[in-house]
T-cell receptor, first 116, second 117 residues
Framework: AQTVTQSQPEMSVQEAETVTLSCTYDTSESDYYLFWYKQPPSRQMILVIRQEAYKQQNATENRFSVNFQKAAKSFSLKISDSQLGDAAMYFCAYRRYTGTASKLTFGTGTRLQVTL | GAGVSQSPRYKVAKRGQDVALRCDPISGHVSLFWYQQALGQGPEFLTYFQNEAQLDKSGLPSDRFFAERPEGSVSTLKIQRTQQEDSAVYLC???????????????FGDGTRLSIL
């Protein structure tokens, strides 16, 4: 079974600064997807960024980028130029590449605070 | 609709009562997932539908939990004889393709917060 670990329950960053959220995972599969989701108090899970394991290039979406280290099974999220609206819970998630039910396996989350 | 819609947004029930939670996925989405999110935790998979077929129910915690999607659109998660440990946020997600389409993102609703007294 796949597991996802987020070892930072809370992180804090000043507005306009950069912060990195950590995530490690365990799997015996070679092909899979990794995701970072943002969950504000409204509870809706919002997809931030996605990485296909077969791609060596790290994914980037505007101010959000990942550092994907497949051999180390590490998938960290870097948020540049942090904004007040970035404050939320962030969840790292794993999804199998194939299979009938591509359910998401989530970590326990990191609460990000953004200060002035 | 434009997004995944869940109702009610909040539900309070007494222990032992039955509850029903509704999910209205994005129109045309084939796949539908239910997740349970306990306080301070990440969501955990409950069950998966491809159209009206329930292909995976391995995450349902007990036989008190039952889900259906009879016409391949709206889904209902029913919990019988509720217990305090059932208190959680229940999230529904849908995606356009079949489950093997990992490239297609899951779109989440706002969830139902269930509180069992």
């Amino acid at each position: 079974a796949q597991t996802v670990t987020q070892s930072q329950p809370e992180m804090s960053v000043q507005e306009a600064e950069t912060v990195t959220l950590s995530c490690t995972y365990d799997t015996s599969e070679s092909d899979y997807y990794l995701f970072w989701y943002k969950q504000p108090p409204s509870r809706q899970m919002i997809l931030v960024i996605r990485q296909e394991a077969y791609k060596q290039q790290n994914a980037t979406e505007n101010r959000f980028s990942v550092n994907f280290q497949k051999a180390a099974k590490s998938f960290s999220l870097k948020i540049s130029d942090s904004q007040l609206g970035d404050a939320a819970m962030y969840f790292c998630a794993y999804r199998r590449y194939t299979g009938t039910a591509s359910k998401l396996t989530f970590g326990t989350g990191t609460r990000l605070q953004v200060t002035l | 609709g434009a997004g995944v819609s869940q109702s009610p947004r909040y539900k309070v029930a007494k222990r032992g009562q039955d509850v029903a939670l509704r999910c209205d996925p994005i129109s045309g989405h084939v796949s539908l997932f239910w997740y349970q999110q306990a306080l301070g935790q990440g969501p955990e998979f409950l069950t998966y539908f491809q159209n009206e077929a329930q292909l995976d129910k391995s995450g349902l915690p007990s036989d008190r939990f039952f889900a259906e999607r009879p016409e391949g659109s709206v889904s209902t998660l029913k919990i019988q004889r509720t217990q305090q440990e059932d208190s959680a946020v229940y999230l529904c997600a849908s995606s356009r393709g079949k489950g093997s389409g990992g490239n297609q993102p899951q779109h989440f609703g706002d969830g139902t917060r269930l509180s069992i007294l």
